[in-house]
Structures are given as structure tokens and as C-alpha cells.
């Protein structure tokens, strides 16, 4: 529909349910939370209905090869919980009205967990982290794929795997990719003095740490806000609250780290033999991450898809927001994998959720995952060519028989609806082509317009209780939403916002989408949460980023308004790495540049870059640095201040769900 059409249709809408005018109807009490109406139960039934939610065979592969399980929650070295081992053993049995029940076999999938027995020498630990971490028996030792999120976690597994298989040292980590639950938890196996001492391999795909970097620092605050909203991080666990995410449990709640690779692998079908087993490579770039690679290992014919391929329809454009992903070249890639590594792979494993076991099994696994990237690929791109924005062609595009037959290609995570937005938006941009709303007004600036257009906010109540009462929760969230950012303080509008993002959440099949719903019902109806945060930028994070990197993500923190005094250079020196920078302060840019030190600085800094990590992480402060001996500066002292006085630390609790 149009922007014109839409505007007609918005204004008969309203004027159909009371406005303008002052006559609306009054304003009644939104519904309690935690109920299921109708409407969302009959949605829910019909999916039940067409969908084969009996079919025992995921179970039976999630379920095989169980070793061991742990009992106790994982905590950090104060005794917080990092993760909660019983959290989501009430999902057994039939879905409540409050689960869209296609998700509920998920979940149920999700939460089976423990140490199994991939086959002999392969072993996976599931279920304590949204991801999942792969063990290798090498020749001397384990080799360990995609140490989960945290170091707790990751510790935790390690000790089921060694307290159960027998202690073995770590000879090798590799990262699939360069998402932070798939190597933020490495200081939990390993550090690195043991890499150095006996020369362990650390191997990533190429690209990996420039975009691990970009996205856990330069951007990370950003995304880890949003982040909380789509992992339900604040939610409690409950039938009501947070059942998962559809790409595993949850994420845990602990030490996020990060050591550089030893070698970035680049290309495909490149070997690399580590303790003893050979890994074949293949590069997976620009699909689920900037930097990906999959692998195959001969001597047990196992391939691991990472995360290109899983137990769901994956993110063309995640909701913590990510660089837009290339459905074509993921297609393209896993049809790769399915014609050079089909006949030859047994099983297939990944970087979350269970094995495919049997040679046959992972060529339609393969076959099924590389159909649904494609389908919404073609259809969105031939849907775009004949004139359909991004809106009117995820609206338009149906469900493929592949979605009723594989529950991996259901939209656990991902979803058919905002995939579909994203590749228009991978070809086409966020602009949907109309003038009107190329240069449109900001939501804060527009909605208080809306409302007067409704004849005020009563009547703009009254049509989106209409729209509730008939079940359009879409069309309700949308009124009811322009009212919260015309005032913020309407506690009926609040509440309804929050009722109906609820029921939006019982219904929704993604994860992912149930729990941004519930936690921006949650933030309306208690406000921000002080809790549940995810921080990237820890020592055991800062101190593996390479220098120049650490300088970009604080470059992004420069406020102009803050300096005040003309442009000028600043050196830095870090004995302890060798290193020298020049930073470029301007009037508008910081800009480092390493390896050239200034010929005019207004004033050189000495430090190690272990002390520079603390005085950034505000730790220590430049004056306990320097009275202890670890930090030098010659020149001009307020220069350097000017510098660290312009640099921002922005909120974490900021809002999204109203102004």
C-alpha cells in the first residue's frame, strides 16, 4: 500500500472509531498482563493445526549420545549466577496459550542439555549458552570450536568435558565466526601465555578480528542495548516471559573476552592439520557474519556448517541490527558445502542447536537450508523489479513448501516477513522509494500530529482499543505507540502499548520477535531495568583488541561540542608491545595513525598498553598511573586532557520503546 493509501486509510480508520471530535469513547482499563486472549489463541491453534509438531525425529537426534549434564548453576568468582541450569525445565509438554507452540518445540529442543557423543572423537557441549561449543579429540589434547560467550560458561564446559572424558590439555581453539558467543568465552579455556608457551592455534576465518572489533566495540553499545530487547535478557523465564530465542536458550550473563587469532585462514578447501586432525576450510564471508568460514574433517566425515546452516531460518538484518547480510551469497555458499561435502559427510554439526546424523539426512538438510535463503531472496528481488517497497513485498510473499516440511527452515530466529525487508534492503537501501517519506519527520516530531489528527489522545485510544478488541494487534500497537511518543506520561496508553505488544509476543514463532515484543511491554509498564546489561567492553575484551582498533572505537566516542581549543597531535608510546600512534585531534575528527609518530605532538604519552587499558576502562586514573611510575607525559598536559575530556561515554539504559 502507498504512503497516500495508507494515509486515507489511516484517517477513515480513525474518524470510524470516534474522531475527531471530543465525543470518543471512554477510556477503558487494558487488560492484565499474562493472559492470552482469543485472538492470540485462535492464531496459534490454526498454526498448531498445519504444522507436523508430533514428528519426534529432532528430539531424537538432540537427545542422542548424552554423557553427562551439569547440575549447578554456572557463576562468576562473586557467586552470580552466569547461568541457571534449571531455568527452562518447564518446558515439557504442550505449549500454554501464552507460547505460539511451533516455538515451544523449539525451546523444548533448546533446552535439552549436557555433554554428548557426536561420534568417536567428536563431542559437543549444549545447552549453558546460547551457542553451542564442539570438542575435538586431536592427538594430544582437545581442540575446542567456538568457546561460547562467557569464560564461566565456557570454563564450566570444559570441566563436563574433562571431568568426563579425562583431562586433557587444550591444543587448539577455533573460531567459525566472529559473533561474541562464539569467542568471547576463550579466557575460559585458555590464555594467552599457554598459546604463546606451546604454540597453540588459534585459527579464524579472514577479516575475523576487524569484524569481531566492529561490532562488540565500535558499535557494541548500540547493538548490546537492542540486544537485551531481543534476548529477553530482563525477562523472567517463564511461560509468560522468556522461553528462548529460537537459536538456543538464551545468553549468559558473564565475562566476555577476547584473544586475536594466531592465523586467520582464508579461501576454501585450505588444510590446516591441528594436533593431529585435518580441518578443510571454507570460507563463508558476508552471509551470516562478515567473517565466516565452515569446515570439513576427513578422518571422522563430520562438517561443521557454523552458523550458516542451523535449526532455523536465520537474520538477513538481526533485530540488535547488524550489518545487512547477503541471502544470495549464503545460498550461494550452501550450495557449496552441499555439492562438494553432501556425499561425503555423515553428520553435520554446527555452531548452535543439535547434529543432522546420516549421509542422506544432511544432503536435504544442506538442500533445505540453501531453498529458504534463496526463495526469500528471489521473490523479494523479483517482487522489488516490478515496483513493491520493501513493506508491500514481505507482506505479499507466502510460506514455501519447504516451511512445512523442515522445521530448520521455520523462523525461529530470522523470520520470512523481516528477512524479505532485508534483502530489499541489501539492494535497494532502508528507502522505500515514496518522496513523502524520504525526508519525513522523526516519530517524536510526528506523532503528537498523529494524535491531533485523531481528535486528541482519548479518541486515539478509543481506535486502538477497537483495533485490540478485534484482534489487529498491529494496527493497535501503532496507535497506541504514536500516543506513548505524543505523551509519554498517558498511563492508559502505556498500558495498552504494553497488552497488546504482549499478545503480539504469545503469538509470535520467533524467539527473537516474542522477546522484543515482551521486554518492550516490560520497559512501559516498569521502566528501564537496571540489570541484565551486556558489556563488551571488559579488560578481558579491551586487552586483546589491537591498538589502532581500541583508538577507532574511541574515536567514535569524540564529541566536537566538548573541544574547545584548536586542532593539534598527541603521540603515544606502549613500551610493553612495542608500539608508537599518532592521534590527530581536530575540530570535528580524532584519527590515529599507527607507526608515525607526530613531528610536532602538543604532548607525548608513555605508557604500557596494560596501563592505557586501565586508565580507559576508568580503573585507574592518570594520576595513580603516573605516581606509581607507569605513565610519562612530556609536553603539554592540557592537551591531553582536552582529548580525554571529549570523549563520550554514552548510557547503556537508554530508551527505545518511547522517547
Known amino acids: 500500500m502507498r504512503l497516500a493509501v495508507l494515509a486515507v486509510a489511516t484517517l477513515a480508520c480513525l474518524s470510524a472509531c470516534g474522531a475527531p471530535g471530543a465525543n470518543a469513547p471512554p477510556v477503558a482499563t487494558a487488560p492484565e498482563p499474562g493472559v492470552a486472549t482469543e485472538a492470540t489463541k485462535s492464531a ?22 548424552l554423557l553427562a549434564q551439569i547440575s549447578e548453576d554456572i557463576t562468576d568468582d562473586n557467586g552470580n549466577v552466569v547461568w541457571a541450569v534449571k531455568a ?50 586431536g592427538r594430544t589434547g582437545w581442540i575446542i570450536v567456538d568457546p561460547l560467550l562467557s569464560k564461566e560458561t565456557a570454563a564450566a564446559a570444559l570441566k563436563l568435558v574433562n571431568d568426563t572424558l579425562g583431562e586433557r590439555p587444550v591444543t587448539g581453539v ?20 599457554d598459546i604463546s608457551a606451546r604454540n597453540v592455534p588459534v585459527l ?64 576454501r578447501g585450505t588444510k590446516r592439520v591441528v594436533d593431529g586432525v585435518t580441518f578443510e576450510f571454507v570460507d563463508a564471508a558476508n552471509t551470516e557474519a562478515p567473517a565466516e568460514f565452515m569446515f570439513y574433517m576427513p578422518d571422522f566425515r563430520v562438517f561443521c556448517t557454523a552458523e550458516v546452516a542451523t535449526a532455523t531460518f536465520h537474520n538477513g538484518l538481526t533485530l540488535r541490527g547488524a550489518k545487512v547480510r547477503d541471502f544470495l551469497e549464503w545460498s550461494r555458499v550452501l550450495d557449496y558445502a552441499l555439492v562438494n561435502y553432501g556425499d561425503k559427510s555423515d553428520i553435520a554439526i554446527g555452531s548452535h542447536h543439535w547434529p543432522t546424523f546420516g549421509q542422506q539426512n544432511v544432503t536435504d ?6 531453498d529458504i535463503y534463496r526463495y526469500t531472496h528471489d521473490q523479494a528481488v523479483r517482487r522489488a523489479n516490478r515496483g513493491e517497497t520493501q513493506f508491500e513485498l514481505a507482506e505479499a510473499i507466502e510460506e514455501p513448501a519447504v516451511q512445512g516440511t523442515h522445521f530448520d527452515t521455520r523462523g525461529y530466529y530470522g523470520t520470512l516477513n523481516h528477512n524479505a525487508k532485508a534483502v530489499y534492503q541489501h539492494y535497494f537501501g532502508w528507502w522505500d522509494g515514496v518522496p513523502a517519506t524520504y525526508n519525513a519527520w522523526s ?57 497488546t505488544y504482549e499478545q503480539m509476543g504469545f503469538q509470535a514463532e520467533s524467539g527473537a520477535w516474542r522477546d522484543y515484543y515482551l521486554s518492550g511491554a516490560a520497559e512501559l509498564r516498569r521502566g528501564l531495568p537496571d ?95 603516573a605516581a606509581a611510575g607507569e605513565a610519562k607525559l612530556e609536553g603539554d598536559p592540557t592537551a591531553l586532557l582536552a582529548w580525554f575530556g571529549a570523549l563520550e561515554t554514552p548510557p547503556f539504559w537508554f530508551n527505545i520503546v518511547e522517547p
Not at 491453534?45 to 509438531?53: I, K, T, V
Not at 565466526?177 to 601465555?193: K, N, Q, Y
Not at 562488540?216 to 529477553?232: D, K, P, Q
Not at 573541544?563 to 585531534?585: C, H, I, K, Q, Y
Request: proline letters at 6%; a negative charge.
Open 531 to 625: 540489570e541484565g546489561s551486556i558489556r563488551t567492553t571488559s579488560p578481558d575484551f579491551i586487552k586483546g583488541v589491537p591498538t589502532v582498533e581500541l583508538f577507532n572505537a574511541l574515536a567514535v566516542r569524540y564529541d566536537p561540542s566538548k573541544m574547545a581549543r584548536d586542532p593539534f597531535s598527541l603521540n603515544f608510546v606502549f613500551p610493553d608491545t612495542g608500539e608508537t600512534l599518532a592521534l590527530d585531534v581536530g575540530s570535528a575528527i580524532t584519527f590515529p595513525r599507527p607507526g608515525v609518530p607526530s613531528g610536532s605532538p602538543a604532548a607525548t604519552l608513555t605508557m604500557d598498553r596494560a596501563a592505557f587499558n586501565q586508565l580507559i576502562l576508568r580503573t585507574r586514573t592518570f594520576q595513580e598511573l
Open 174 to 193: 577455533i573460531y567459525t565466526h566472529s559473533h561474541g558467543d562464539h569467542f568471547g568465552g576463550v579466557r575460559g579455556v585458555i590464555d594467552e601465555a
Open 365 to 370: 538438510f544442506l538442500q533445505g537450508q540453501r
Open 88 to 137: 527452562h525445565d518447564f518446558i515439557t509438554g504442550e505449549a500454554p496459550d501464552t507460547v505460539n507452540p511451533s516455538l515451544w518445540r523449539q525451546e523444548s529442543l533448546n533446552a535439552i542439555h549436557g555433554l554428548f557423543e557426536v561420534t568417536d572423537g567428536v563431542y559437543q557441549v549444549r545447552g549453558y549458552d546460547l551457542a553451542t561449543m564442539s570438542v575435538i579429540r
Open 443 to 499: 516519530m517524536e516530531q510526528r506523532a503528537p500530529r498523529f494524535v491531533d489528527l485523531a481528535g486528541g489522545e482519548d479518541a486515539a485510544l478509543a481506535a486502538g482499543q477497537k483495533a485490540f478488541d478485534a484482534g489487529d494487534y498491529r494496527w493497535a500497537a501503532e496507535i497506541f505507540n504514536n500516543i506513548v511518543f505524543a505523551n509519554p506520561k498517558n498511563q492508559p496508553a502505556r498500558d495498552w502499548l504494553a497488552a
Open 44 to 65: 496459534n491453534a490454526a498454526l498448531a493445526g498445519r504444522l507436523p509438531l508430533g514428528d519426534q525425529s529432532d528430539f531424537e537426534d538432540a537427545n542422542r549420545g
Open 204 to 267: 579464524a576465518p579472514i577479516g575475523f578480528t576487524e569484524a569481531a572489533i566492529s561490532e562488540n566495540l565500535l558499535a557494541g553499545n548500540y547493538m548490546s542495548r537492542r540486544a537485551t530487547l531481543m534476548f529477553g535478557n530482563t525477562l523472567p523465564i517463564n511461560a509468560t516471559g522468556q522461553v528462548g530465542v529460537g537459536l538456543g536458550a538464551g545468553l549468559s550473563q558473564g565475562t566476555i573476552g577476547f584473544i586475536p587469532p594466531t592465523e586467520e585462514v582464508p579461501g
